[in-house]
């Protein structure tokens, strides 16, 4: 596999993953939530635990290709929490703002 090509699928995993908070109600995918509603606040705690799910995938695919992986700073974890939350923003517009509009009653 091409390195390019492995980038390419390492982002399209990231991006998919990161709208999963956004597309089902059961808090981490199994347990129904408290109070019959998930709140933004689990939506936002699942979004953490998958970011650092897919940066072990891409530590993992980093030590395979490369021997190790490079050691990296602070501020690369925050440019690549920021692109996850960047990547999250379809489903965030999903669920917030779109179902909003079509569970609204229109009275005429």
């Known amino acids: 596999m091409e390195q390019g090509f492995g980038i390419f699928l390492l982002l399209a995993f990231a991006f998919v993953v990161a709208n999963l908070p956004f597309l089902f109600e059961r808090v981490l995918f199994v347990l129904p939530p408290p109070g019959g509603r998930k709140g933004f606040g689990w939506r936002l705690l699942e979004l953490v635990v998958l970011y650092l799910i897919v940066g072990t995938v891409a530590l993992v695919l980093e030590a395979r290709a490369h021997g190790g992986s490079y050691p990296q700073g602070w501020q690369f974890y925050a440019t690549t929490f920021c692109l996850f939350v960047v ?13 909003r509009r079509s569970d609204v009653v229109r009275v005429a």
């Open 87 to 99: 990547f999250a923003f379809p489903g965030f517009v999903y669920r917030h703002l779109l179902r």
